[in-house]
């Protein structure tokens, strides 16, 4: 018999702890569900597990989020980590996997806190040993200390590049360059939005505090960078990039690269939400009332999985999800509702008026968004982007055809890695909008699971 719950919340970061402490404060069973074998996110990934000498390299914001795993000391908050959601349904019916066994788990009120993902950032040579994401860097030091072979390069654009580079110096790791592929005109075109980011002067303190940081330690910084590519033998050797007209060649045996985050859409893709295009930040996003719930009754989505704000704002959001949930269940009404959610709105503000700032000074680098015909855009059925457009001018409109036309999209990562690039150059070269082209069609699974996995699920599970 399926199992029940008041409320089932998914992922374990901020927005998701948040959801979690708010929902149980209320006096609502909360089942807690998370990938990882400890709780944090991606932000405060194995923050429970620090050091003194760690801490001291990721600094006090990372520190900061020990205090919500306060959160799982609560007897109505069941945790169970190391579990993979891998499908969902309308009525709550939640499938997840977990020891190499399947369970199935009915909620009243269900939260998506799935959070952000790396946008993908194809370019030549990025399958190489040795390339990574700047978030990959950051779950090798938060989770083992483990620090790259050198020389290091960083580069792409964006927060994340700066706190990376000032969390490696402070480990005692130097770096080879940063190369940023931030364009100088990006500077102008931010500065429209500068009232809106003074309201978040923390940002800016944060900022200036690492440019001071890497400027102090002399690493090299190369600014309005084009044409980045990766090159070696079985291996990452160098990187190469043009900069002022020139062409320049690093050594390099780490290039990790960074264009920004993009909300993890699967499950309310899945689910059919509606979705709404941000040309700002070239990604897609459920659309949510302010308090996370989306068109689907009992269905709410926390965080960056809603559209990208940061931690803080993040935590904020899962707050009120966790409010939405208990007034949905009834254990407050609408007055204690908006009058609970008014101090919180007041304080999200800030967070969220200084995302048009960031947007626009921080844009993916176009040679992401379009990659050259050789670059390899979907790694798991290795098709490049110049098969892709190939595709267009044979009559493909969108990227579910290309699953016909060559199996793109059809790995195990289920389209997470190429499928805003396929829809990118598919738009591209027909001249359509990205609502006109669309995404992926999401079908479960979204995440592997073995039929063994679905084989230990009971009758009625089996036979839904």
Known sequence: MTKQTDVVVIGAGPAGLAAAETAAAHGLEVTLIDEQPSAGGQIYRAVAHGNDALDDILGGDYVAGRKLLDTLADPRVHHIAGATVWDMTRERDVYYSKDGEAQVLNARYVIIATGAMERPTPFSGWTLPGVMTAGAGQILLKTSGVLPPQPIVLAGSGPLLLLLATQYLRAGQSLAAIVETTRPSNRFNALKHTAGMLGASDYIKKGLRMLTDIRRQHVPIYKGARKLRAAG?????RVSFEHRGATRSLECRTLMVHAGVVPSVQLTQLLGVEHHFDPRQRCWHPVVDDNGETGIQGIAVAGDGASIAGAEAAHIRGVRSGLAAARALEKIDDAQLASNTAPLSRKL???????????????????????????MVCRCEEIRAGTIREYVDLGCLGPNQTKAFGRSGMGPCQGRMCGATVSEIIARRRGASMEDVGTYRVRAPIKPVTVGEMASMSEKARNR
């Open 233 to 237: 033998s079985g291996e990452l050797e």
């Open 349 to 375: 503000r800030g967070y969220v008026n200084a995302r048009p700032f960031l947007d626009a000074l921080y844009p993916p680098a176009e040679e992401f968004l379009d990659p050259p015909d050789d670059v």
